[in-house]
């Protein structure tokens, strides 16, 4: 049995990582958890320990964040916070065989600077941003390490360049961010097109999000073809009921019913429905047809189920126009995006615009959506990522390397 400590950050990093450590524990290892940025509640979901005290920042991690996020994070203590979580991982070190690093440089740092034997899955960088990965200093030093024993990277593309790079395998076996989904459940025999509508995880950006969506919403009530077709948010617990239905009434939307059994409530805006559904993401987006995103990994997970993404800009601190264009660039050719808008009347009518094309391509197209499956393939690959991964890990430990 060895012990391992997986060092992650940020709430897609917390997923993947808590997805590894359960199989990895299956497989008879003892696994402690220690998420650098935010709560870690995936890691709780699954009763995997928490090391450490934590803490969530507005941002969720230093990035592609706007200038005003960064600043905010850094007069909130966020780098303090940091120097804090790494002499705490460096007094732990002794106690672990071994780190499982998931995510950027900091993940990376922490496990480097403790000079444990560590392995890698490099979730953040991806080479289809730039056709060629320029790692941040001083990570590719870190990563020519002897302690790194292996890495594992989002996409081949990514993998192919760092083999190149750093002349050592660099696998890529998937991203276990994909294993939450039972592509069992995917659409129905129900023919009505199903919009899932994502504005985010985080306050105070994820109530602009959601109110940017509503103006989307109600500029598509002008048109008949979006009366028959369903629009569905997926909500995180924290953006309460009682906040969005305030939002709601103040902007004139009708309440219709609360089903307080599956966490569902439906409000209309003259032809256009809407369900407002906590604590169902995986379902609402696996039986979706077209994804409205303003979120991180929750585009790259509909990217993965073959599901057509637009994308709304917003003002941040996440989900800037940088950070589109990045996600754009890393997911590929069917994450839409409106761009050449000069304020936000031109932002909502363009974007319905690109509505209207893939609503085309969807029911036109026959290569569309065998486009958009190749695509989820390349870019993320298939279901069954976090096994294999932790299988290639759990050889490794036992095999004393």
Known sequence: MSRILVISN??????????????????????DALPIVGHGNSYSKENI???????????????????????????????????????????????????LAVGDIIPILFAWFCRKKYFLYLVAYSSHYEGKLKLPWPCKF???????????????????????????????????????????????????????????????????????????????????????????????????KKKIQKILCQRNWQFHSNNEEVNIIIYSYKSIYISLVWNSFEKTLIRSDVVISMSGTAAEQAVGLAKPVIQIEGSGPQFTSSFADAQRRLLGNYVFCATKYKNNDEKIQETIEIIFKVMYLLKLDKNFL?????????????????LQISKNIHCDLINGK
């Open 370 to 386: 065998i486009s958009c499956k190749k695509i989820a393939k390349s870019r993320l690959g298939g279901i069954g990522a976090s």
């Open 142 to 240: 870190c990563l020519k390490s002897n302690k790194l024993k292996k890495i594992y990277t989002r996409d081949q593309l990514t993998s192919d360049d760092l083999t190149y790079q750093l002349k050592r395998k660099v696998d890529f076996l998937g991203n276990p961010f994909m294993d939450i989904f039972d592509q069992s459940e995917n659409k129905s025999n129900n023919h009505k097109t199903i919009f899932n509508l994502l504005p985010g995880s985080r306050f105070p950006e994820i109530e602009k999000n959601f109110i940017l969506m509503l103006d989307l919403l109600e500029g598509l009530s002008k048109y008949k073809i979006f009366n028959n077709i369903s629009f569905e948010f997926a909500l995180v617990n924290s953006f309460s």
């Open 49 to 99: 320990r928490i090391i450490g005290k934590t803490q969530l920042f507005d941002t969720g991690g230093l990035g592609y964040n706007s200038f005003k996020g960064r600043l905010d994070d850094l007069i909130n203590g966020q780098i303090i916070y940091l120097l804090k979580k790494l002499f705490l991982t460096y007094s732990v070190r002794k106690k672990y065989d071994s780190f």
């Open 10 to 31: 940020g709430h897609g990093e917390d997923l993947s990582g808590s997805l590894l450590a359960k199989k990895l524990i299956k497989m008879g290892n003892q696994v």
